[in-house]
């Protein structure tokens, strides 16, 4: 009877753990720093350059940047959308822009197998958060 209740609680241990792997949170993008400049003919601006690296599968949680983004990818293939546009696939050498109003709800690797990088350059406040997670 013990030997059944312990193969029980076992068989119960892993089904738990595989139902928090299917739960898992997708792998997380990997932010490079490039460069922080001020811009001094716009007080208080500054102009902020960073690349995005995917790996495969990886995906951004919904959020704004309350800043200028110009987005260029650089390898793979990335899914784009902001609030209200279109949900776009882009490849090496295409490009996204999102607004400082502009809410960010899918940024995403497009492909499960292959990583993806693009370069980001955002114009915003001094100081500010690069990203500001939404709910």
Do not use: W
């Not at 995906?59 to 200028?68: F, L, S, T």
């Not at 990088?117 to 500010?128: C, D, E, S, T």
């Amino acid at each position: 009877m013990l030997r059944l209740k312990n193969a029980a609680v076992a068989a119960a241990v892993i089904i738990c753990a595989l139902m928090g792997e299917a739960r898992a949170e997708p792998p997380a993008a990997i932010v490079t720093p490039l460069m922080t400049n001020s811009l001094d003919e716009y007080p208080g601006k500054e102009a902020v350059m960073i690349t995005v690296e995917y790996p495969p599968g990886a995906a951004d949680r919904i959020h704004r940047h309350n800043g200028y983004g110009f987005i260029y990818v650089l390898e793979g293939s990335v899914v784009m959308q902001v609030k209200g546009g279109k949900e776009v696939t882009l490849g090496p050498g295409e490009t996204f822009y999102e607004g400082p109003n502009d809410v960010h709800t899918v940024g995403r690797n497009a492909s499960q197998t292959q990583p993806a990088k693009f370069l980001v350059l955002l114009l915003k406040n001094k100081g500010a958060p690069i990203l500001v997670p939404k709910k």
